[in-house]
């Protein structure tokens, strides 16, 4: 029990462990709050006060998030010119994938930061397109990531084949954790790419017709995920991880 608070107070110590643990609250807000709401009846006045104040915290706790990614811009960057071309990259797929991944979260953030600008009227436009244009890099950097996991999933199948059973013991080791590890990216990146498809404009796939629950199940598997890897050793964790971590495929 004091090992797991200690790892959660280090975990709120750092940025990116405080947005995790507040993305995790969020998320998991809406999904209690849209299933007391669903669930409750007419005369239930309690539980149907209790999810709408749940819903509430949830989306406080979302603009909260908003505001605070306003001072990513300059560490996405950063990231993305440390990367380049991905010179330090095996594999071209891998590299041009994560090159295109960058390119999208760092254009994320800038409509990101207009359509909130639109919204607190700080200046005179429509945020609606710009709330568009940021769901759909994100989605585009999520799909983009799945694409990625999936690539490194072969090349790590093709490097298990090298070695034999009882041959590279440590290695092969190293090798189904990595496996492990873009599985747990791919299952995170979906279950948020299928929100950020329900925020797409109606008519497209299954835009809005997620219901509040729903939204937030997905938001806390991918969250949960992501503070199980964050949790890990980064010197465990695969080239693909790091970069999930660092980009705005975790925006949301």
């Known amino acids: 029990m004091q090992q797991s608070v200690e790892s959660l107070v280090r975990l709120l110590e750092t940025y990116r462990g405080r947005d995790k643990v507040i993305r995790t609250f969020c998320y998991g807000s809406q999904l209690v709050g849209g299933a ?4 409750a009846t007419a005369a239930d006045v309690s539980s149907q006060r209790l999810g709408k104040s749940l819903l509430l915290f949830s989306a406080q706790l979302s603009h909260c998030r908003t505001v605070l990614r306003l001072f990513d811009d300059l560490s996405m960057l950063a990231y993305s010119h440390s990367y380049g071309l991905g010179a330090s990259e095996e594999d071209a ?4 994938i994560s090159v295109l991944m960058n390119v999208a979260d760092q254009l994320y953030y800038p409509c990101e930061h207009i359509a909130w600008a639109a919204d607190a009227e700080l200046i005179k436009v429509r ?8 769901v759909a890099l994100w989605g585009t950097s999520l799909l983009l990531g799945i694409l990625r996991s999936f690539r490194v999933l ?26 492990r590890a873009e599985m747990l990216s791919i299952l995170s990146s979906m279950a948020d790419l299928s929100n950020a498809v ?5 008519g ?26 964050m949790n890990t050793s980064s010197n465990e964790l695969p080239d693909s991880t790091a970069l999930s971590s660092q980009s705005g495929g975790d925006a949301n």
């Open 198 to 202: 329900h925020w797409m404009p109606p």
């Open 36 to 39: 007391l709401t669903r669930k």
């Open 204 to 229: 497209f796939l299954w835009a809005g017709r997620f219901p509040s629950w729903l939204v937030g199940l997905m938001g806390t598997t991918s969250s949960l995920i992501g503070l199980i890897q």
């Open 127 to 134: 945020s609606d397109k710009w709330w568009l244009f940021s």
């Open 154 to 179: 072969l090349l790590l199948r093709k490097k298990l084949k090298k070695h034999h059973r009882g041959e590279g013991g440590s290695r092969r080791s190293d090798l189904h954790r990595q496996t």
């Open 93 to 96: 797929g891998v590299r041009w």
